[in-house]
C-alpha cells in the first residue's frame, strides 16, 4: 500500500475504535503482532484461566505459543491426544475461565462483530461466559457494514475454513459457499455483537497486516 491508501486505512480504523468504544467496547491499534502478543499480555493477568475460540489468526500472530508458555492456565483444546469428549470439556470449562480469547469474521466499521461458528462453543463464549474477551482482528477483516460482513463470510471466511479444514462440502471443490445442507457444514450459526452492557469486558485489537480469513 502506499501512503495515501495508508492514511484511508489508518482513519478507518480510527473510526471503527470509535464506533466500538459507543458500542462499549475497547478497541486497539497495534502495528504487528509482537505488539499484539505485548497488548494481550497487559490485558491478562498471570494465572488467568484462559481459552481460546477456533482462529487461525490465534496461531499466525503466536497467540497460541504465548499461552502455552506457564503464566497462564491454558485451557489447550489443541493439547496432543485429547478426544473428543476432552475437547467438549474444554469448551464447557472456558465458560468459567477468566480469559477468552479469538477472533471474529468480520468488524464493521460501526463497531460492531461478526461471526460465522458451527458448534456454537466460539460465539457463545463471545456473548457469555468469560469476563474478559480479547478479540484479536487483521485489518484484513473491516467491513463497511453488516451487510458487507455477511458478504465478506460468504464469499471468503467460510470456504477458506472449509477447504483448511479439507472437509467433504460443496465449497471446497468450487470455492463458492452454496448454502449447503450437507452433514459436515460448519456455517450453522451467525452471530453479530453489536453492543456491550459491561464496559471493559470485550477488547478488540487490530492488527495492521492480512491475518485469518
Ligand atoms: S454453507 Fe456449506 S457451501 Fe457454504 S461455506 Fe458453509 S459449508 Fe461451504
Redesign the pocket.
Known sequence: MDKNTDFVMEKRIEKTIKNLEKNNMNGYFVEDEQEALGKITELLEKGDVVSVGGSMTLFEIGAIELLRNGNYNFLDRYAPGLTPQEIKEVFRKGFLGDAYLTSTNALTVEGELYS?DGNGNRVAAMIYGPDKVIVIVGKNKIVDDVEEAIRRT?AIA??A??KRLN?A????K?G???????P????NNYILIKRQSKADRIHVIIINKDLGY
Open positions: 460465522v460468504k467460510s470456504p475454513n472449509n472437509l462440502n460443496p465449497c471446497v468450487s463458492f459457499c452454496s448454502d449447503c445442507t450437507s459436515t457444514r460448519i456455517c
